[in-house]
């Protein structure tokens, strides 16, 4: 071969860079061309707005409000009382990112256009990490302003520039990328959206019933280490004693969240579709 035949060979690959580029616009077209994704994002919204501005509404209203251990309820708290719900809704929309294409069939298609499988788990995870992150965090803020607004017309309110308030608010619109990396492993691993989603309900509610039916101290023995219990410790603007601190509560999240991710990149590179 010579050596202009072998410069064309060359320039006839596509560089890493290129093939990651083309990727991620692959995955980008799929995300934003279904309608999953945007009925996924609307129901967050719808939830973590609208629930947490009727918990901020019925919260102001209510002379004198206390919590079951006698405290007064923390108005930082009122502000994420729809991200609880929300979270499920980002974390379906991470589910359908893998398991739509299973259903479909597409699965295949995208696996011989991309043979090397952990680029395309990469490249969903990118792509649907970013969306979920910047949904979560615009979502976080606004239940915030919202929420904050309607109980500081009853002097009830709390400031964003309140000692703890920012790194909550932050942490809180983490949650939900969180919830959509997990449900995007779950989809991978469980490959059926139906049994995909009730495992990732199974994550995300059972240990906080777990933690409301089990006996003290046992039940905060055992929701620090959960994906639930942690979140509301790191946005929690008065840290549970019993818990993790706020940063190691966060180390339990991202574990959790990278275990999964970890499983789904075993498995499909290990299966044949």
């Known amino acids: 071969m010579t050596a202009p035949q072998i410069r064309a060979a060359r320039t006839a690959i596509p560089s890493l860079t290129a093939r990651a580029r083309d990727v991620l616009a692959f995955e980008w077209t799929k995300l934003h061309s279904v309608r999953s994704t945007y009925w996924s994002l609307l129901i967050a919204a719808v939830f973590a707005i609208g629930y947490s501005a009727i918990a901020a509404l019925v919260y102001a209203t209510t002379p004198r409000p206390k919590a079951a251990a006698g ?58 990490g970013t969306a979920s992150l910047i949904a979560g965090e615009l979502l976080s803020f606004g239940s915030f302003f919202l929420a904050q607004a309607i109980l500081s017309g009853h002097h009830r309110g709390i400031s964003l520039s309140h ?84 940063a190691l509560s966060m180390l339990v999240i991202i574990t959790w969240t990278a275990a999964t991710l970890l499983a789904a990149a075993l498995l499909i590179t290990r299966r044949d579709t």
């Not at 298609?109 to 952990?118: M, Q």
């Not at 919830?179 to 009730?198: D, E, N, P």
């Open 71 to 128: 405290a007064p309820i923390n108005p930082l708290s009122v502000s994420f009382a729809g991200l609880l719900y929300a979270v499920l809704a980002v974390g379906v929309l991470g589910v359908l990112s893998f398991s739509s294409e299973y259903a479909t069939g597409l699965i295949r298609t995208t696996f011989t256009a991309v043979p090397r499988r952990l680029a395309v788990l990469a490249a969903k995870a990118a792509i649907a």
């Open 163 to 246: 000692h703890g308030v920012p790194g909550a608010v932050l942490a809180a619109g983490f949650l939900l990328f969180v919830c959509a990396m997990a449900g995007l492993g779950l989809g991978a691993i469980i490959r059926h959206t139906a049994s995909a989603v009730a495992a990732l309900f199974g994550l995300i509610y059972v240990p906080a019933i777990l933690y409301i039916s089990l006996p003290s101290p046992w039940n905060a023995r055992i929701g620090r280490f959960t994906l639930t219990i942690a979140g509301t410790q790191v946005v929690a603007l008065h840290p549970h004693k019993g818990l993790f601190s706020p």
